[in-house]
C-alpha cells in the first residue's frame, strides 16, 4: 500500500493533467451542437490515421519472431485505429447522405 501512496505522490502532477482532461474532455464533448458533429468526426479520423501509422512503425522495429509488448501494442493499435477510422467514414459517408437532395 506504501508503494502505491509514493506512485501517486511522485506522478501526482500528471496524474491531475489527465484528471483534469478527463474532465474538460466531458465537458467539451457534452456541449457541442449537433450540427459540429460531422467536421469532429473527421479530426476524429485524421488522429486516428496517426494512430495507425504509428502502430505500424511500431510492428515495423519490433522482433516479429518473439511475442514482446510493443508488437502486440502495435497490433491493437493498427486494429483499433483502423476500426474507428473506417466506422468514422462510415457515420460521417451516412450523416452526408441527409443532405443531399432525393430524386
Do not use: Q
Not at 47 to 67: A, C, E, F, P, R
Not at 73 to 101: P, S, Y
Request: proline share 2%; aromatic share 10%; net charge neutral.
Amino acid at each position: 500500500m506504501n508503494e502505491i501512496f509514493i506512485f501517486f505522490y511522485t506522478y501526482r502532477d500528471i496524474i491531475f493533467i489527465i484528471a483534469l482532461s478527463v474532465f474538460l474532455g466531458i465537458e467539451v464533448i457534452s456541449n457541442v451542437p449537433s450540427v459540429l458533429h460531422t467536421p469532429l468526426m473527421s479530426g476524429a479520423n485524421a488522429i486516428s490515421g496517426v494512430i495507425v501509422i504509428g502502430g505500424i512503425i511500431l510492428v515495423g522495429h519490433t522482433d516479429i519472431t518473439k511475442l514482446s509488448l510493443e508488437l502486440v501494442l502495435g497490433i491493437l493499435a493498427v486494429f483499433f485505429g483502423t476500426l474507428n477510422v473506417v466506422g468514422g467514414f462510415a457515420v460521417t459517408d451516412r450523416m452526408l447522405e441527409m443532405f443531399k437532395k432525393k430524386k
